[in-house]
Protein backbone atom coordinates (compact mmCIF):
# COMPACT_ATOMS: atom_id res chain seq x y z
CA UNK A 1 0.00 0.00 0.00
CA UNK A 2 1.19 3.52 -0.52
CA UNK A 3 0.68 4.70 2.63
CA UNK A 4 3.45 1.57 3.90
CA UNK A 5 5.95 2.33 1.67
CA UNK A 6 6.04 5.80 2.01
CA UNK A 7 5.72 5.81 5.76
CA UNK A 8 8.44 3.01 5.81
CA UNK A 9 10.63 5.58 3.62
CA UNK A 10 10.28 8.64 5.85
CA UNK A 11 10.95 6.92 9.20
CA UNK A 12 14.16 5.62 7.74
CA UNK A 13 15.63 8.67 5.87
CA UNK A 14 14.46 11.15 9.22
CA UNK A 15 16.34 8.79 11.38
CA UNK A 16 19.12 8.52 9.30
CA UNK A 17 19.49 12.52 9.39
CA UNK A 18 18.72 13.41 13.22
CA UNK A 19 21.58 10.73 14.03
CA UNK A 20 24.46 12.32 11.73
CA UNK A 21 -10.24 25.85 23.17
CA UNK A 22 -11.64 27.11 26.38
CA UNK A 23 -12.76 25.82 29.84
CA UNK A 24 -16.32 24.10 28.97
CA UNK A 25 -14.36 21.85 26.29
CA UNK A 26 -12.06 20.94 28.68
CA UNK A 27 -14.85 19.87 31.20
CA UNK A 28 -16.62 17.79 28.93
CA UNK A 29 -14.06 15.78 26.10
CA UNK A 30 -14.34 12.56 25.94
CA UNK A 31 -11.09 10.96 26.28
CA UNK A 32 -9.22 7.94 25.39
CA UNK A 33 -5.83 8.05 27.91
CA UNK A 34 -5.85 9.75 31.13
CA UNK A 35 -2.75 11.16 33.11
CA UNK A 36 0.83 10.69 32.66
CA UNK A 37 2.62 7.52 31.87
CA UNK A 38 6.72 8.26 33.14
CA UNK A 39 9.39 10.79 33.79
CA UNK A 40 12.93 11.70 32.84
CA UNK A 41 14.38 14.51 35.19
CA UNK A 42 13.09 17.35 33.94
CA UNK A 43 10.38 15.92 31.29
CA UNK A 44 7.06 14.37 31.97
CA UNK A 45 5.36 12.48 29.57
CA UNK A 46 1.94 11.39 28.18
CA UNK A 47 1.62 8.11 26.10
CA UNK A 48 -0.39 6.74 23.69
CA UNK A 49 -0.22 9.43 21.11
CA UNK A 50 1.81 7.83 18.35
CA UNK A 51 4.51 9.79 16.33
CA UNK A 52 2.95 13.28 17.13
CA UNK A 53 4.96 14.71 14.81
CA UNK A 54 3.70 18.47 14.96
CA UNK A 55 1.67 20.34 17.91
CA UNK A 56 -0.40 23.53 17.46
CA UNK A 57 -2.60 25.95 20.29
CA UNK A 58 -6.43 25.67 19.88
CA UNK A 59 -6.52 29.55 20.08
CA UNK A 60 -6.21 30.80 23.22
CA UNK A 61 -7.49 27.95 25.13
CA UNK A 62 -5.92 25.25 27.01
CA UNK A 63 -5.94 22.43 24.27
CA UNK A 64 -3.28 21.24 21.70
CA UNK A 65 -3.92 19.42 18.48
CA UNK A 66 -0.98 16.90 17.36
CA UNK A 67 -0.96 15.28 14.24
CA UNK A 68 -0.35 11.75 13.79
CA UNK A 69 2.24 10.12 11.30
CA UNK A 70 1.64 6.82 9.76
CA UNK A 71 4.63 4.47 10.11
CA UNK A 72 4.37 0.61 8.98
CA UNK A 73 1.72 -1.18 10.56
CA UNK A 74 0.13 2.25 12.02
CA UNK A 75 -2.12 4.39 10.42
CA UNK A 76 -2.63 8.17 10.56
CA UNK A 77 -4.20 10.05 13.87
CA UNK A 78 -5.46 13.48 15.01
CA UNK A 79 -5.23 14.00 18.64
CA UNK A 80 -6.42 16.82 20.81
CA UNK A 81 -5.13 16.94 24.79
CA UNK A 82 -6.00 18.61 27.35
CA UNK A 83 -3.19 20.64 29.41
CA UNK A 84 -5.01 21.17 32.11
CA UNK A 85 -5.33 16.99 33.06
CA UNK A 86 -3.01 15.39 30.54
CA UNK A 87 -6.04 13.71 28.76
CA UNK A 88 -6.40 13.25 24.80
CA UNK A 89 -8.62 11.69 22.20
CA UNK A 90 -7.75 10.80 19.00
CA UNK A 91 -10.27 13.04 16.07
CA UNK A 92 -10.21 10.88 12.82
CA UNK A 93 -12.89 8.10 13.14
CA UNK A 94 -14.64 9.23 15.88
CA UNK A 95 -18.47 10.03 16.41
CA UNK A 96 -17.75 13.38 15.87
CA UNK A 97 -15.81 13.40 12.44
CA UNK A 98 -17.92 13.41 9.64
CA UNK A 99 -17.30 14.58 5.59
CA UNK A 100 -18.98 17.20 3.74
CA UNK A 101 -16.97 17.86 0.76
CA UNK A 102 -17.41 21.33 -0.99
CA UNK A 103 -16.40 19.93 -4.88
CA UNK A 104 -16.55 23.72 -5.90
CA UNK A 105 -14.04 25.12 -4.03
CA UNK A 106 -11.92 21.98 -4.06
CA UNK A 107 -12.64 21.02 -7.23
CA UNK A 108 -9.28 18.91 -7.91
CA UNK A 109 -10.02 17.10 -5.48
CA UNK A 110 -11.07 13.72 -6.95
CA UNK A 111 -12.23 11.70 -4.24
CA UNK A 112 -13.43 11.81 -0.02
CA UNK A 113 -10.88 11.86 2.72
CA UNK A 114 -9.24 8.11 3.67
CA UNK A 115 -9.79 7.46 7.53
CA UNK A 116 -7.85 4.43 6.74
CA UNK A 117 -4.92 5.48 4.50
CA UNK A 118 -3.39 8.58 5.40
CA UNK A 119 -0.63 10.25 7.46
CA UNK A 120 -0.95 13.57 9.55
CA UNK A 121 2.00 15.09 8.74
CA UNK A 122 2.27 18.92 9.33
CA UNK A 123 -0.48 21.57 10.73
CA UNK A 124 -1.98 24.62 10.31
CA UNK A 125 -4.74 26.36 11.84
CA UNK A 126 -6.83 29.63 11.24
CA UNK A 127 -9.71 30.80 13.94
CA UNK A 128 -12.85 31.76 11.66
CA UNK A 129 -14.45 32.54 15.03
CA UNK A 130 -14.10 32.17 18.54
CA UNK A 131 -13.92 28.22 19.07
CA UNK A 132 -13.87 26.80 15.25
CA UNK A 133 -10.97 26.65 13.46
CA UNK A 134 -9.99 25.84 9.86
CA UNK A 135 -7.25 23.33 10.09
CA UNK A 136 -4.70 22.30 6.89
CA UNK A 137 -2.63 19.14 7.30
CA UNK A 138 0.08 17.93 5.19
CA UNK A 139 -0.88 14.25 4.32
CA UNK A 140 0.68 11.11 2.86
CA UNK A 141 -0.73 7.74 1.89
CA UNK A 142 -4.06 7.10 -0.71
CA UNK A 143 -2.87 10.52 -1.92
CA UNK A 144 -0.18 13.56 -1.51
CA UNK A 145 -2.37 16.63 -0.23
CA UNK A 146 -3.22 19.02 1.69
CA UNK A 147 -6.70 17.63 3.67
CA UNK A 148 -8.37 20.52 4.85
CA UNK A 149 -11.10 20.77 7.84
CA UNK A 150 -13.16 22.84 10.29
CA UNK A 151 -12.54 21.76 13.78
CA UNK A 152 -15.78 23.16 16.26
CA UNK A 153 -15.55 23.50 19.64
CA UNK A 154 -18.47 25.77 20.42
CA UNK A 155 -20.58 22.92 21.30
CA UNK A 156 -18.09 21.87 23.86
CA UNK A 157 -17.13 18.60 22.05
CA UNK A 158 -14.25 18.87 19.30
CA UNK A 159 -15.98 18.03 15.93
CA UNK A 160 -14.04 17.63 12.87
CA UNK A 161 -15.43 17.59 9.85
CA UNK A 162 -13.34 17.24 6.77
CA UNK A 163 -14.02 19.39 3.68
CA UNK A 164 -11.72 18.81 0.87
CA UNK A 165 -8.03 18.79 -0.39
CA UNK A 166 -5.78 20.30 -2.71
CA UNK A 167 -3.67 17.25 -4.31
CA UNK A 168 -0.20 18.13 -4.32
CA UNK A 169 2.73 16.21 -6.61
CA UNK A 170 2.91 13.07 -5.76
CA UNK A 171 7.08 12.51 -5.93
CA UNK A 172 7.61 14.78 -3.55
CA UNK A 173 6.89 14.78 0.28
CA UNK A 174 5.36 17.57 1.37
CA UNK A 175 6.44 18.57 5.38
CA UNK A 176 4.89 21.56 6.68
CA UNK A 177 2.06 23.96 6.38
CA UNK A 178 0.70 27.74 6.64
CA UNK A 179 -2.20 29.31 5.93
CA UNK A 180 -2.31 32.53 4.22
CA UNK A 181 -5.19 35.30 4.87
CA UNK A 182 -6.96 34.34 1.20
CA UNK A 183 -7.44 30.83 2.58
CA UNK A 184 -4.31 29.58 0.44
CA UNK A 185 -1.17 28.19 2.18
CA UNK A 186 2.15 27.78 1.27
CA UNK A 187 3.74 24.09 1.75
CA UNK A 188 7.47 23.03 1.84
CA UNK A 189 9.03 20.23 -0.45
CA UNK A 190 11.23 18.66 1.69
CA UNK A 191 12.35 15.80 -0.47
CA UNK A 192 11.52 13.70 -3.52
CA UNK A 193 10.66 10.05 -2.61
CA UNK A 194 12.48 8.36 -4.61
CA UNK A 195 16.02 9.88 -3.45
CA UNK A 196 15.00 10.30 -0.01
CA UNK A 197 17.46 12.88 2.22
CA UNK A 198 20.53 12.22 0.23
CA UNK A 199 19.94 16.04 -0.69
CA UNK A 200 19.83 16.82 2.70
CA UNK A 201 22.69 15.09 3.63
CA UNK A 202 24.81 16.49 1.05
CA UNK A 203 23.52 20.21 2.28
CA UNK A 204 22.43 20.57 -1.63
CA UNK A 205 19.19 22.97 -2.37
CA UNK A 206 16.71 20.35 -3.93
CA UNK A 207 13.40 21.46 -1.73
CA UNK A 208 10.84 24.85 -2.27
CA UNK A 209 7.89 26.49 -0.92
CA UNK A 210 4.80 26.18 -2.94
CA UNK A 211 2.25 28.23 -2.73
CA UNK A 212 -2.01 27.68 -3.90
CA UNK A 213 -4.31 30.46 -3.34
CA UNK A 214 -8.55 29.66 -4.38
CA UNK A 215 -8.83 29.16 -7.71
CA UNK A 216 -5.72 28.75 -8.67
CA UNK A 217 -2.87 25.65 -8.76
CA UNK A 218 -0.06 24.60 -6.66
CA UNK A 219 3.12 26.93 -7.23
CA UNK A 220 6.44 27.01 -6.61
CA UNK A 221 7.66 30.06 -5.02
CA UNK A 222 10.69 31.06 -6.87
CA UNK A 223 13.56 31.80 -4.48
CA UNK A 224 13.19 29.35 -1.41
CA UNK A 225 15.40 26.64 -2.96
CA UNK A 226 16.54 25.06 0.34
CA UNK A 227 18.30 22.37 1.51
CA UNK A 228 15.57 20.08 2.97
CA UNK A 229 12.73 22.77 4.07
CA UNK A 230 10.80 21.34 6.66
CA UNK A 231 9.03 23.74 8.87
CA UNK A 232 7.43 26.95 7.96
CA UNK A 233 5.71 29.87 9.90
CA UNK A 234 4.09 33.08 8.51
CA UNK A 235 3.78 36.81 10.12
CA UNK A 236 0.86 38.32 11.09
CA UNK A 237 1.10 40.80 8.40
CA UNK A 238 1.79 38.01 6.02
CA UNK A 239 5.58 39.68 4.98
CA UNK A 240 8.05 37.47 6.34
CA UNK A 241 7.93 33.41 5.59
CA UNK A 242 10.34 31.79 8.51
CA UNK A 243 11.49 27.89 7.34
CA UNK A 244 13.59 25.39 8.98
CA UNK A 245 16.43 24.17 6.49
CA UNK A 246 16.90 21.20 7.92
CA UNK A 247 19.71 20.27 5.81
CA UNK A 248 22.02 23.45 6.08
CA UNK A 249 20.82 23.34 10.13
CA UNK A 250 19.43 27.03 9.88
CA UNK A 251 15.97 28.87 9.63
CA UNK A 252 15.53 31.32 7.01
CA UNK A 253 13.92 34.45 6.80
CA UNK A 254 12.41 35.32 3.62
CA UNK A 255 11.25 38.79 2.74
CA UNK A 256 7.66 38.39 0.49
CA UNK A 257 7.39 42.58 0.23
CA UNK A 258 10.83 42.07 -1.39
CA UNK A 259 10.79 41.56 -5.63
CA UNK A 260 12.95 39.37 -5.83
CA UNK A 261 12.35 37.84 -2.31
CA UNK A 262 15.17 38.27 -0.14
CA UNK A 263 16.24 36.12 2.73
CA UNK A 264 18.06 36.38 6.41
CA UNK A 265 19.71 33.18 7.82
CA UNK A 266 20.43 32.22 11.24
CA UNK A 267 22.01 29.13 12.67
CA UNK A 268 20.61 27.04 15.03
CA UNK A 269 23.17 25.01 16.38
CA UNK A 270 21.10 21.42 15.89
CA UNK A 271 18.73 20.30 13.00
CA UNK A 272 15.78 22.36 12.54
CA UNK A 273 12.75 20.69 11.68
CA UNK A 274 9.17 22.12 12.80
CA UNK A 275 8.60 26.18 13.66
CA UNK A 276 5.94 27.62 15.79
CA UNK A 277 5.57 30.70 16.80
CA UNK A 278 6.16 31.49 20.90
CA UNK A 279 6.60 34.50 23.07
CA UNK A 280 6.11 37.61 21.44
CA UNK A 281 8.30 38.35 17.98
CA UNK A 282 9.68 34.64 19.34
CA UNK A 283 9.93 31.45 17.24
CA UNK A 284 10.40 27.83 18.52
CA UNK A 285 12.03 24.61 16.67
CA UNK A 286 12.99 21.62 17.68
CA UNK A 287 14.89 18.41 15.97
CA UNK A 288 18.18 16.32 17.17
CA UNK A 289 21.40 17.21 17.88
CA UNK A 290 23.95 17.49 14.91
CA UNK A 291 26.44 15.10 17.33
CA UNK A 292 23.34 12.74 17.61
CA UNK A 293 23.37 12.73 20.98
CA UNK A 294 20.10 14.00 22.09
CA UNK A 295 17.82 17.06 20.75
CA UNK A 296 17.42 20.27 21.92
CA UNK A 297 14.75 22.99 21.59
CA UNK A 298 15.73 26.66 20.19
CA UNK A 299 14.27 30.10 20.23
CA UNK A 300 14.78 32.16 17.28
CA UNK A 301 13.99 36.27 17.84
CA UNK A 302 12.25 36.97 14.27
CA UNK A 303 13.40 40.10 13.75
CA UNK A 304 17.18 40.23 15.20
CA UNK A 305 17.84 36.54 13.82
CA UNK A 306 19.83 35.43 16.84
CA UNK A 307 19.30 31.88 18.33
CA UNK A 308 19.24 30.65 22.25
CA UNK A 309 18.64 26.86 23.07
CA UNK A 310 15.74 27.08 25.65
CA UNK A 311 15.94 23.51 26.36
CA UNK A 312 16.59 19.46 25.54
CA UNK A 313 17.85 16.29 26.91
CA UNK A 314 20.58 14.07 25.58
CA UNK A 315 20.27 10.62 24.09
CA UNK A 316 19.24 8.73 27.27
CA UNK A 317 16.24 10.40 27.46
CA UNK A 318 12.97 7.54 26.49
CA UNK A 319 11.69 10.35 23.90
CA UNK A 320 13.96 10.89 21.27
CA UNK A 321 12.85 12.20 17.35
CA UNK A 322 11.96 15.12 18.46
CA UNK A 323 10.14 17.13 16.07
CA UNK A 324 8.44 19.80 17.64
CA UNK A 325 8.10 22.31 20.62
CA UNK A 326 4.89 24.22 21.63
CA UNK A 327 5.13 26.91 24.11
CA UNK A 328 1.86 27.09 26.55
CA UNK A 329 2.35 29.25 29.64
CA UNK A 330 6.06 28.24 30.98
CA UNK A 331 5.83 25.10 29.58
CA UNK A 332 7.32 23.35 26.25
CA UNK A 333 5.67 20.51 24.72
CA UNK A 334 7.65 18.05 22.58
CA UNK A 335 6.53 16.08 19.66
CA UNK A 336 8.26 13.46 18.17
CA UNK A 337 8.06 11.87 14.43
CA UNK A 338 8.60 8.26 15.64
CA UNK A 339 7.58 7.15 19.24
CA UNK A 340 4.38 7.02 21.22
CA UNK A 341 4.42 9.78 23.14
CA UNK A 342 4.86 13.66 23.65
CA UNK A 343 6.35 15.38 26.55
CA UNK A 344 6.43 18.86 27.99
CA UNK A 345 9.05 20.82 30.56
CA UNK A 346 9.72 24.30 32.48
CA UNK A 347 11.44 26.64 29.62
CA UNK A 348 14.52 27.62 30.74
Not at 63 to 89: A, C, F, K, P, Q
Not at 317 to 334: F, N
Request: proline share 2%; hydrophobic share 40%; glycine share 12%.
Amino acid sequence: MIMFRKSAVLTFVIMTVLVGCVNDYSDSVAVEQSGICDEDVGITYICGLMNAEDLLSLGDSEMILTSGMSSEGVNGHLYIVNTRDDSWEDLVGSVNFSQDFDNTLYAACSDQFSVDNFSAHGLALKEIEPKFFDLYITSHGAREAIEIFNLDLRSGSAILTWRGCVPLDESIMHNSVAILDDGGFVTTQFMVWAEGLASAVTGEAKGSVVEWHPGGVPETVLGTELSAPNGIAISDDQRYMFVAALGAREIVRFDLSQEPITKTIVSTGSIPDNVRWGEPGKLLTAGGNIDGNGWSVVEVDAMGMGSVKVGGMDGSAKMQGISSALQIGDKIWVGTYNGDRIGYFTKQ
